[in-house]
């Protein structure tokens, strides 16, 4: 066990979420998963978590998602990303994944129901295109059905901020994934920002 920890993909060795998910199929870890596509993944995944004995409560299902999406995204090669991420300028806002490119950087929200959060999601979304104009959000979910209120959000104008909400029960994962594999090249970490730049005098 640890796998997640060696890979750096967590900070910590052990919590609550990382003990479940990496003991959800022995002792295979995430590398040894075989899988057919990005959805399928997923849903190994959570339905071995969610038929596991594990006490399942909201907060232990946000995390192993995130654990999920992370590990799917290390397995697809899409890297770098930053998990937990605090973007410059953009106040108050830890955002769940921010995968970085020279162009624009792609934010992911990762939210196992939805119910109101996706205007947390949204208002997160908003605040970063403040301040990277070219920014792309997108909102994960296994929520199917407020997945398909959020859509019709977006094309009635009710939802701003986000791009597309994806709905991790469906092919829209797929696609999502191939388009990030698109733009794989792009892909690198961010650079050291002066808050202030000129010439200074002290």
């Known amino acids: 066990m640890g796998i997640l920890f060696q890979k750096h993909i967590t900070k910590s060795k052990e ?113 970063l295109m403040h301040v990277h104009r070219k920014a792309q959000s997108y909102l994960l979910t296994l929520d199917s059905e407020e997945a398909d209120n959020c859509k019709r959000k977006i094309l009635s104008g009710d939802i701003i901020g986000i791009d597309k909400v994806i709905d991790c029960n469906t092919n829209d994962i797929n696609k999502l994934i191939d388009f990030l594999k698109g733009i794989k090249v792009q892909m690198t970490t961010s650079p050291t920002i002066e808050v202030i730049e000129g010439h200074l005098i002290q």
């Open 15 to 127: 919590t609550k979420s990382i003990s479940i998910f990496e003991g959800l199929f022995g002792n295979s870890d995430f590398e040894q998963i075989t899988y057919t596509s990005p959805l399928d993944y997923i849903c190994q995944y959570w339905n071995k978590y969610i038929n596991s004995d594990n006490k399942v409560n909201a907060s232990t299902n946000g995390n192993v998602f995130e654990l999920i999406i992370y590990t799917l995204l290390y397995r697809e090669k899409i890297l770098p990303f930053y998990t937990q991420a605090k973007v410059s300028f953009v106040p108050n806002v830890i955002f769940d994944v921010i995968i970085y490119t020279p162009s624009f950087p792609i934010s992911l929200s990762l939210k196992t129901s939805l119910r109101e959060r996706y205007k947390q999601a949204d208002l997160e979304a908003i605040a």
